[in-house]
């Protein structure tokens, strides 16, 4: 099995700054994509950022110029880095993993859209 274990998160005040951190963990031989979204109280899960095995990235037109994400394929870890943190910006943060290839036991499994636990960003103003 695969499990992806976020880190980062907290509390903070607006115009800070703050780093997530996703591991996936197992015997993963790749994962294809992988990104963090969010998701604020009374609203629906929204992309945040994602980046591919290659370094293409991808990110939401609200978080551009403040978020980096960045990655570490030999570890399957995954980085947000978030300045000028808003207000808005507060929700919890989910890590995904994408088009994952892992063993369990002697065999090979290919599958899509693991997510993390989630870990709380609160944004004070």
């Known amino acids: 099995q695969v499990q992806l274990v976020e880190s980062g998160g907290g509390l903070l005040q607006a115009g800070g700054s703050l780093r997530l951190s996703c591991a996936a963990s197992?015997?993963?031989?790749?994962?294809?994509?992988m990104g963090w979204y969010r998701q604020a109280p009374g609203k629906q899960r929204e992309l945040v950022a994602t980046?591919?095995?290659?370094?293409?990235?991808n990110y939401a037109d609200s978080v551009k110029g403040r978020f980096t994400i960045s990655g570490d394929n030999a570890k399957n870890t995954v980085y947000l880095q978030m300045n000028s943190l808003k207000p808005e910006d507060t929700a919890v943060y989910y890590c995904?993993?994408?088009?994952?290839?892992?063993?369990?036991?002697?065999?090979?499994?290919?599958?899509?859209?693991?997510w993390g636990q989630g870990t709380q960003v609160t944004v004070s103003s």
């Open positions: 980046i591919t095995t290659g370094g293409s990235t």
């Open positions: 197992g015997r993963i031989i790749s994962i294809n994509v």
């Open positions: 995904n993993a994408d088009q994952i290839t892992y063993y369990r036991g002697s065999l090979l499994y290919n599958e899509y859209d693991y």
